[in-house]
């Protein structure tokens, strides 16, 4: 069974910082496709970050110089760090993994940045 349980979220101010984790379980994060997602109130989820199985990164346009992706193969975690928050950075952020015969998702952890 696939667990994904992400940590790290909270409330921050304009130009803040947070690293959110994703903790997985019953699958190795080193040899599968890491997604984060975010959804903001009243919007579609919207792709974030991933990082491929051989460590290739890429994010998206409206995080892009901001956040980063990256693993811990030893702790079978994944992370986002995120810098230089805004107040639409402001969403519950979601770790995903993605194969060919299944997806999960985390619960999720709510990121709110003041302004």
């Known amino acids: 069974q696939v667990q994904l349980v992400e940590s790290g979220g909270g409330l921050v101010q304009t130009g803040g910082s947070l690293r959110l984790s994703c903790a997985a379980s019953?699958?190795?994060?080193?040899?599968?496709?890491m997604s984060w997602y975010r959804q903001a109130p009243g919007k579609e989820r919207e792709w974030v970050a991933t990082?491929?199985?051989?460590?290739?990164?890429d994010v998206g346009d409206s995080v892009k110089g901001r956040f980063a992706i990256s693993r811990d193969n030893a702790k079978n975690t994944v992370y986002l760090d995120m810098s230089s928050l805004k107040p639409e950075d402001t969403a519950v952020y979601y770790c995903?993994?993605?194969?060919?015969?299944?997806?999960?998702w985390g619960q999720g952890t709510q990121v709110t940045v003041s302004s």
């Open positions: 019953g699958i190795t994060v080193s040899t599968n496709v």
């Open positions: 990082i491929s199985e051989g460590g290739n990164s």
């Open positions: 995903n993994h993605a194969s060919w015969d299944r997806q999960d």
